[in-house]
């Protein structure tokens, strides 16, 4: 019994530390082929991580990672694949950017307030979009979601960016500038009442702590509530849940909303707490480093909340190695794309291992039990 | 098999007492059934063009059908990959990412071999390494299709950038010591996000059709296309023009693409092989007991599915920007599945699809004024309004509305604006995939086992 827990919990912390292994492994050796010594490599990257401005960057990086994954994982938990979150992001942070810039002068918390509910709102209205054409259509929503992340990129957030620019003339032209009452405070006062004071005009981003609301909420709604229940009974047996009364159309339409209304928070910590507006150089990515991880985290809220400071601090890594020089700072890249590979894999490799133990073991049993009866009868 | 295919984009000129006419328009192979539709397409464009009251010609001069035809090669051959990968049953969102593969190895090939044959082989060599690590991931360890593909995507980019970034460090190195750059790291010019200049294969005018020269002759010969396009008949003289276009300066590699279309099909659908491979996308419980190989097949089929995708992202790299830049490939992986969808995952079908789809990407390159495009909105009208019809014969009273509402909207967008505004044209492209998927979508047969994971002996 003991040695069976023993397997279980090997396993289960199994697939994630083969696969960072793994990664690791394999990077050494492209690393080694590059010329370069990857123990140096890797001291700096810890080394550098150890500092308490570079564990705020890391942070400040996590933050929007960890939403973004969280909208990602809505979507997976029931086998549908929003793949959108990069447009819907965009396009929420971009109107929510605007609509803060335009409603000047209102009082703090109502002012960040509207901007959320935007952005939200937008977020999930665009996933919405691929969410109908799936339910009414019969569209994929990979490629629809796909399709409407260019359609709101290179589309709306082109052409409007232009009407409602600030200064047209500006190279780097963008939404009104959201006045103070729309800005959100940095956590710098609070970490510090445990660590010493931090410099360099790092600021910890307090939409770190709508992260971790997002993280708890969607804990509860997975876990504990009717919907989130149909979501994984759905996800898991499409056929059965139907037949036990779960609306397949409309758990779609639940899930791409919910994921994409988390989306529409990604851009936020940006919009509240960094640039105050949407313009060219608004940071982008975040979507599809989102869903890798999601992929890292197994759509579950702890796991991802590691899976999204492991990205974190492999982003921040990138910096640190060029500035010593001890590795080509695309490393990171490589080891990101292989994490994630590993990650999948190896998750799938172990799960067909339990599944083949629980055969085992279950075949043993009835086999214990057959000859054991007639025993009893004897005796 | 049915065949439940029937092309949207066909307007049913009347819908009273033609029934007989639909009928044997359904009755006719696929081939005379695409070639109808194209050629009612051509003739709704021209049509737009002389009367729709826009000054401009961009929607079907021979330069627009020339670099349709090459814009629509990508997109062809990734969709190509796509029927590969799913009719073995696997379903391939990693192309994007395999393209990428391809983008660069097509460029690092061409620059290091100083042959752009060596770059369609490595491009092609490229992209299967991704089709390998997609069966690897989605065969042998049972990872969802979609998963991987995603991973995948991940990976490719970051990567390549890895591998640029190495192609210039060592190259810069061996320049500073004043030596001359070696295989395989001719990198000369070339930066983490871009490759050196890498051109593509041989282009040729096609003689006597497009008026090409004859090998080992200097003398240009008759160019029947261009004479009847310069005639000014219409209609016939578009026709004339966009075949004069795709005859003109004729790249090999555009050339060998369409010729994949009937290997494809020959491939799949004629020998033993295909047989095998397309009965692991349909009943591969049954192929198994009949002593199928049904993991080697399907193994076989996503390195197909790879390498197409590796020979559109070279493609991309050699024949459309001649330099490998990173984010080239602008998610025609997923139009290339958009294409498969509308083919209903048939060689000749996603042909069209390709091509349907290139042209928008070609009217945002070619389109400066907005004219075009806005003559396009005519066009896409008439052709919801012909679903409309379409809609309303078969009782489909929900197609029905959809194509009305949409209708009535571009039309009223067409009526009250002189040109696009110009950020139409970089979004049509997509816009176009939706707007013909959500028509065609819903009657399409795709192979019964895509995208379930198979287990040996389940």
Known sequence: MNDSLMKRLVLGAGAPVAAVAFAVGLSSIVLLLSGSNPFSAYGDMIENASRLETFVDILNEATPLYISAVAAAIGFRMNLFNIGVEGQYLLAAFFAAAAGGYFAGLPPVLHVSLILIVAMFVGAFWAGLAGALKVTRGINEVISTIMLNFIAVGGIIAWLIREWADDTGATNSGTTPIDESGQMPSLNGIVEIFTREISKGRELTSVLLIAIIVGVAYHLFINRTRVGFDFRASGFNPLAARAGGVPPKRMVMYAMLISGACAGLVGMAEVLTERYKYDQSFIQGLGFNGIAVALLGRNNPAGIAIGALLFGFLNQSSGILQITGSATPEIVEIMKGIIVLSAVIAYEAVSRIKERDEAKSAAEATERQAPAEPEEVLA | ?458
């Not at chain 2, 071999?113 to 690897?136: D, K, N, Q």
């Not at chain 2, 990976?155 to 810069?172: C, E, H, V, W, Y």
């Not at chain 2, 799949?268 to 047989?275: E, F, N, S, Y």
Request: contains cysteine; charged residues 15%.
């Open chain 2, 1 to 458: 098999m049915t065949d439940v295919m029937s092309p949207s984009l066909t307007p049913i000129p009347d819908e009273s007492g033609k029934r007989s006419l639909v009928a044997r328009y359904a009755s006719l192979p696929a081939w005379a059934r695409w070639a109808t539709a194209a050629a009612i397409g051509v003739f709704v464009l021209s049509a737009v063009q002389t009367f729709g009251g826009d000054d401009t010609t961009v929607l079907t001069e021979p330069g627009t059908s020339g670099a349709m035809l090459r814009f629509s090669v990508p997109i062809l051959l990734a969709a190509l990959g796509g029927l590969f990968a799913e009719r073995a049953g696997v379903v391939n969102i990693g192309l994007e990412g395999m393209m990428i593969l391809g983008t660069w190895f097509g460029a690092w090939g061409t620059v290091n071999f100083g042959s752009p044959w060596a770059g369609v082989i490595c491009g092609f060599v490229g992209g299967a390494l991704g089709g390998l690590l997609h069966a690897v991931a989605t065969v042998s360890f049972g990872v969802d299709h979609i998963i991987s593909g995603v991973a995948i995507n991940i990976l490719a980019p970051g990567l390549m950038r890895f591998m640029s970034d190495q192609m210039t460090i060592k190259t810069n190195a061996r320049l500073d010591a004043g030596n001359e750059p070696a295989f395989p790291f001719k990198w000369q010019g070339g930066s983490i996000t871009q490759s050196p200049r890498a051109g593509g294969l041989p282009k040729i005018d096609v003689p006597f059709l497009a008026g090409g020269k004859l090998p080992g002759s200097d003398e240009r010969t008759y160019n029947l296309f261009g004479e009847i396009d310069s005639a000014n008949i219409f209609f016939v003289s578009d026709i004339a023009g966009i075949f004069e276009g795709f005859l003109n300066q004729l790249s090999m590699f555009t050339v060998l693409a369409f010729l994949l279309v009937p290997i494809s099909g020959w491939v799949l659908w004629k020998t033993a092989l295909g047989l095998r491979i397309r009965i692991c996308g349909e009943r591969p419980e049954a192929g198994e007991s009949l002593g199928v190989n049904i993991y080697l097949h399907k193994y076989i089929g996503v390195i197909m599915s790879g390498g197409m995708a590796g020979l559109a992202g070279a493609f991309i790299t050699m024949e459309l920007s001649n330099v490998y830049r990173e984010g080239q490939t602008t998610g025609r992986g997923f139009i290339g599945l958009a294409a498969l969808i509308f083919g209903n995952w048939r060689p000749v079908g996603l042909m069209l699809g390709s091509l349907l789809f290139g042209y928008p990407f070609v009217l945002a390159l070619r389109d400066n004024t907005g004219l075009g495009t806005h003559s396009l909105l005519l066009v896409i009208a008439i052709a919801l309004l012909a679903t409309l019809a379409w809609s309303i014969q078969r009782q489909n009273r929900n197609d029905a509305i959809i194509a009305g509402v949409l209708a009535s909207a571009v039309l009223l967008w067409w009526g009250f604006s002189d040109a696009a505004p110009d950020w139409l044209p970089n979004a049509m492209p997509y816009v176009t995939v939706l707007l013909v998927l959500i028509f065609m979508s819903q009657r399409l047969r795709m192979p019964a086992a895509d995208g379930q994971i198979y287990r040996k002996g389940s």
